[in-house]
């Protein structure tokens, strides 16, 4: 899994979500006019809302992995299942067998 890229992109998120309106705001209030202060806030509100989308599609690879470890598992889950089973139905087999020589010796041995 490409943890490196998951983690640039959360990071760029990140910078671009919380740096880039420190930044901005900073250089607003230096300047000090009101256009100014504006243009921060709307170029603010921009940087928030897709540093967020950024920093919620990091997530998608790892959400990926995820799924694909349930599936894995749901498989091995499964064949276990079909083993256990398989297993049980010997049992049952060796049981009747198993009953069938106790009949047959309850049988033999009251003869004698």
């Not at 740096?19 to 607003?28: C, D, L, R, S, T």
């Not at 202060?37 to 509100?45: D, E, P, R």
Request: avoid cysteine; proline fraction near 4%.
């Amino acid at each position: 899994m490409p943890y490196v890229s998951i983690s640039v992109t959360l990071l760029a998120g990140l910078i671009i979500g919380a740096g880039v309106p420190i930044a901005v705001f900073y250089m607003a209030f230096k300047v000090g006019t009101w256009p100014f202060l504006v243009a921060a806030t709307i170029i603010s509100v921009f940087a928030i809302f897709w540093g967020t989308v950024l920093a919620i599609l990091s997530f998608v690879p790892i959400l990926d992995n995820v799924d694909e470890q349930l599936r894995v598992m749901n498989n091995q889950l499964n064949v276990y299942r079909a083993f256990i089973r398989s297993l049980l139905e010997e049992l049952d087999e060796v049981n009747t067998v198993l009953r069938d020589i106790r009949d047959e010796l309850r049988r033999v041995g009251g003869e004698a």
